[in-house]
Structures are given as structure tokens and as C-alpha cells.
């Protein structure tokens, strides 16, 4: 399973931290991701690193998030700063790029408002 934790509410130009363990399900030899959907939209993959540790990221995200791994590669990390309303969504950690599709945890709500 997928569990992911640290959202919450900030201001604009804030940072927020999101963490994402994995449990029970794949091997440690896939690339793991945080996606982001917001009501009545798809599923977005937002940033993935690949089991060689190599970061990928959306254009929205480039230059202010910062995905990274645990040591023991079952945990992956967001580092969100500069943070905008439009980041607003809940986000979720998964495999990626091709994410397991039944294994989506509750994931975290990310709201950005002032």
C-alpha cells in the first residue's frame, strides 16, 4: 500500500513537505511518482524518480518541487516550496511513470489559499 502524509493549508509562496511510504506491493526497482488530481480532473503525474535515483518533473513543477527517496528506496519525499493556488489538489504517490492502478492510497490534501 501506498500511504502519504504532510499535506495541509499554507499561503502562497509557502512550503510543504509530503512523504509517501510503500509497503507490500512492487519491488524497490521501480520509479515512484506523486500524482495530483483536483475535482473533476484526471490524475496528473506532477514528479517521479527512477530507481537510479534520477528526478523527472512537469513543467508546473520545475524549479520548486523536489522529489527525492528514502534510503531504504520504499519512501519518496516531495519538497514543495513556492507553492501556489493552483497546487491546490490532493496528491498521491504511486509507481511511475505507469502507476499500479488499484493500489492508489487516501493520499494528502494540499490546499494553497490566503
Known amino acids: 500500500e501506498f500511504v502519504e502524509s504532510g499535506g495541509g493549508l499554507v499561503q502562497p509562496g509557502e512550503s510543504l513537505r509530503l512523504s509517501c511510504t510503500v509497503s507490500g506491493i512492487g519491488d524497490h526497482t521501480l520509479g515512484l511518482g506523486w500524482y495530483r488530481q483536483t475535482p473533476g480532473q484526471q490524475r496528473d503525474l506532477v514528479a517521479f524518480?527512477?530507481?537510479?535515483?534520477?528526478?523527472n518533473y512537469a513543467d508546473s513543477a520545475k524549479g520548486r518541487f523536489t522529489i527525492s527517496r528514502g534510503d531504504l528506496k520504499n519512501t519518496v519525499y516531495l519538497e514543495m516550496n513556492s507553492l501556489k493556488p493552483e497546487d491546490t489538489a490532493v496528491y498521491y504517490c504511486?509507481?511511475?511513470?505507469?502507476?499500479?492502478?488499484?493500489?492508489w492510497g487516501p493520499g494528502t490534501q494540499v490546499s494553497v489559499s490566503s
Open positions: 504511486n509507481f511511475a511513470p505507469s502507476p499500479l492502478i488499484n493500489a
Open positions: 524518480i527512477t530507481n537510479t535515483d534520477r528526478p
